[in-house]
T-cell receptor
Framework: DQQVKQNSPSLSVQEGRISILNCDYT??????FLWYKKYPAEGPTFLIS?????DKNEDGRFTVFLNKSAKHLSLHIVPSQPGDSAVYFC????????????FGSGTRLLVRP | NAGVTQTPKFRILKIGQSMTLQCTQD?????MYWYRQDPGMGLKLIYY???????DKGEVPNGYNVSRSTTEDFPLRLELAAPSQTSVYFC??????????FGPGTRLTVL
């Protein structure tokens, strides 16, 4: 039973265009969400997060949007760069276990020069 | 700061062998975690620790053991390796309850 779902295993975009990565969740008791980026042969690195009391958080080229009614969040990368090519994981934090992360299966992003 | 370090990077085990995956962090974090990542899947929590001497099970603890005798170290023990434990193992740590910092991973194959 996957509580956090990333239904697109891969995404390919042209350099300079927008990348939109999507994540859906089923548990309304999640109150914090994070995106991690992972290069091959490395551990995941934190990218950006959002609290459930917000609907948007922005950090440079990266923006995360949260739609609580739809239980959906998305990561927008604008403009996309070849160095953004990586696997992106969405993760959620339950209210009752605030140090446990529930991960999605990841989306592999390829940014074409 | 080295952050989170893991050894070894790669290991091949035979069925029934045992081994310990080492994890050390130098950020003085109280919280430490072990995850496994199977191909095409997200990371699943095996065990976690909220401080020295305190450990608890995550989603997939069967076949593993942990200990936390110091703040810095959080080793993961496999007692009787099975092919189902072929995976990439990540150790992570955090100061508080949000951002976790990950090590580079250990790729384990059980044949």
């Amino acid at each position: 039973d996957q509580q956090v779902k990333q239904n697109s295993p891969s995404l390919s975009v042209q350099e300079g265009r927008i990348s939109i990565l999507n994540c859906d969740y089923t548990n309304s008791m999640f109150d914090y969400f994070l995106w991690y980026k992972k290069y091959p042969a490395e551990g995941p690195t934190f990218l950006i997060s959002i609290s459930s009391i917000k609907d948007k958080n922005e950090d440079g080229r990266f923006t995360v949007f949260l739609n609580k009614s739809a239980k959906h969040l998305s990561l927008h990368i604008v403009p996309s760069q070849p160095g953004d090519s990586a696997v992106y994981f969405c993760a959620a934090v339950p209210m009752d276990s605030s140090y446990k992360l529930i991960f999605g299966s990841g989306t592999r992003l390829l940014v074409r020069p | 700061n080295a952050g989170v370090t893991q050894t070894p990077k790669f290991r091949i085990l035979k069925i029934g062998q045992s081994m310990t995956l080492q994890c050390t962090q130098d950020m003085n974090h109280n919280y430490m975690y072990w995850y496994r990542q199977d191909p095409g899947m997200g990371l699943k929590l095996i065990y976690y620790s909220v401080g020295a001497g305190i450990t608890d099970k995550g989603e997939v603890p069967n076949g593993y053991n942990v200990s936390r005798s110091t703040t810095e170290d959080f080793p993961l023990r496999l007692e009787l390796a099975a092919p189902s434990q072929t995976s990439v193992y990540f150790c992570a740590s955090s100061y508080s309850t949000d951002t976790q910092y990950f090590g580079p991973g250990t790729r384990l194959t059980v044949l």
